[in-house]
């Protein structure tokens, strides 16, 4: 198998350790040490009323590491979990780690191209799934997977396993239990929005996450007496470290589980669990502030919201806190690295017009144009980063690391942002062909390749247009070959090719030609700038 690995330079790795960012810590060792301190204590309660303690969080993972273990799996294999918001992913994902195999976290809305995809990427050799989730029967696509990568010789499932592994049936066997890891191994892959198809798979190492999770649970004001819920799906980034479910884990607080971010669920276990804290993209915190104004649920234990994953307007912004009665926090990161806060106590202002500053003093941020000149602050320019939680290159992708990272270790975001004289960012938008579409990053090339493989499609370009609702939202311009197809079947085409469905494009316009160059060339990059613009240009007269 290609190696795990993440490193930085000699001089910053020490500068990083000495500094107290890097402390030598590992996900076994922190939750045993959580264990042993608050044993009784409950670390995580489901929609549905049960519960684990952290006692009970750790004897679980044993077990599923000894289950792991004794399928035949090896420190070091690396293994896809996809998983619901679910108690149960703590004991499986603990339980991984504890084996000393890697994790390749992978959303509940991947389909069988997306999973295909992690699977052969990572080298994977197992598969978690819960049987279903949502309606859907995540066995079925455990089959097709396994057809198409042999390399999975295990598919363990939460839930009736019919031919499968069930997790339920793993039994205990400390003997079995590897040392813990080196802090500076790779704890997990998880995934990046794709910039020129599928997602990118990014090391993160126990040293560095661990820091990005200790430091947000410190600004974020977690405590053993704060109730973290994830309403997102658990496995992105957001929920999982910002300070999301591990960052609570690590302060010794307790997480709620929502099943469903709709209000109607998350409302009722806010006024059950007495939540205090929760994490949101733009377009949920527009429903629930629609909501709030008419639920009959207590949200007085709420003190703060959380709002990332893309750019929430001002205006939304200054509506949380009449509509919903509680505090807002800005975040903007992403998987590679770099997170951004709006503090706690931090001017309204700044709350509502910013997307805040970054967790570490050693966080170092470079705003440049096109040519890679430095931009004055307060002027918009490309955002490249550098720090003790970002990383230095991608798994098993030498193109992307050319195109992504700079010679002196710079990763270039793709993300347009100003500087305030404060050191706060305000995003500006994209500056790749990515579509930010409600905190899900989507590939432009990966939606038109597969719009190509329809025979009534001669070219395709897909495009990013403003949404107040969700951000961005996908539009497809499609040159037809021969007779036009219905714009409801390239989208039920799209479906049949086994792809996220947030993946679909919202839009799908057809059009006769793409304009070119007076030699007839233009890279895809502009040719979809210029069909944004033509097409916002005339919406705008009407």
């Not at 929920?239 to 690590?250: I, K, R």
């Not at 099943?259 to 276990?269: D, K, M, Q, V």
């Not at 490309?382 to 010679?407: C, K, M, Q, V, W």
């Amino acid at each position: 198998m290609i190696p795990l690995r993440q490193t930085w330079p000699d001089e910053l790795a020490q500068r990083y350790r000495e500094r107290g960012y890097w402390r030598g810590e590992t996900f076994p060792g922190f939750l045993r040490e959580r264990a042993a301190q608050f044993s009784d204590r409950v670390a995580v309660i489901g929609g549905d009323g049960a519960s684990l303690t952290y006692g009970e969080l750790l004897a679980g993972a044993r077990t599923a590491a000894a289950g792991y273990l004794a399928l035949g799996l090896k420190p070091g294999d690396r293994v896809v979990v996809q998983l619901g918001n679910i108690i149960e992913f703590f004991p499986a994902v603990f339980g991984l780690f504890l084996a000393r195999l890697v994790p390749v976290y992978a959303l509940p809305a991947h389909r069988l191209t997306e999973i295909v995809h992690f699977a052969q990427k990572a080298e994977a050799s197992a598969y978690v799934i819960s049987a279903t989730h949502d309606g859907f029967d995540y066995r079925m696509l455990a089959r097709e997977a396994v057809a198409q990568v042999p390399a999975i010789k295990h598919v363990v499932v939460i839930g009736e396993a019919e031919e499968f592994v069930p997790f339920a049936n793993f039994k205990a066997n400390d003997a079995t239990l590897p040392d813990d890891p080196s802090p500076s191994d790779v704890a997990f892959l998880q995934i990046s929005g794709g910039s020129t198809g599928l997602s990118k798979l990014i090391p993160r190492t126990h040293d560095d996450y661990i820091y990005t999770l200790r430091a947000s649970a410190e600004i974020c004001g977690l405590d053993d007496d704060s109730v973290y819920m994830t309403a997102l799906p658990v496995a992105h980034n957001f929920p999982m470290s910002s300070p999301g479910v591990f960052g609570a884990l690590y302060a010794g607080s307790r997480i709620v589980m929502c099943p469903s971010p709709s209000p109607e669920t998350a409302f009722a276990l806010i006024e059950r669990e007495k939540v205090t804290i929760t994490g949101l993209v733009p377009p949920l915190a527009l429903l629930w502030m629609q909501a709030a104004a008419k639920t009959t649920h207590d949200l007085s234990s709420l003190k703060v919201i959380q709002v990332g994953g893309a750019k929430f307007m001002p205006e939304a912004a200054r509506r949380v806190r009449q509509t919903i009665g509680c505090g807002l926090q800005q975040v903007f990161g992403m998987a590679e690295g770099l997170v951004n806060y709006t503090r706690l106590d931090d001017p309204y202002e700044i709350v509502v017009e910013t997307q805040g500053r970054p967790i570490s003093p050693d966080d170092e941020i470079l705003i440049v144009d096109d040519r890679g000149n430095p931009v004055p602050d307060g002027e918009p320019g490309n955002l490249l980063t550098r720090g003790p939680y970002t990383i230095r290159g991608y798994h098993n992708d030498d193109s992307a690391n050319a195109r992504s990272f700079t010679e002196d270790g710079y990763y270039r975001t793709g993300d347009v942002v100003k500087r305030t004289p404060e050191g706060y960012l305000v995003v500006q938008g994209r500056a790749t062909d990515h579509i930010n579409r409600a905190g899900e990053k989507i590939s432009a090339e990966e939606i038109e390749d597969h719009l190509l493989a329809h025979p009534q499609v001669f070219d395709a370009a897909v495009v990013s247009l403003p949404d107040p609702f969700l951000g961005e939202k996908s539009c497809a311009f499609v040159i037809a070959q021969g007779e036009k197809p219905k714009a409801a079947a390239l989208k039920a085409f799209m479906r049949t090719r086994k792809v996220a469905d947030f993946k679909v494009p919202d839009q799908i316009v057809f059009v006769d030609a793409f304009q070119t160059t007076a030699v007839g060339k233009i890279s895809r990059k502009e040719l979809r700038a210029m069909l944004r613009e033509q097409f916002l240009s005339d919406k705008a007269k009407g």
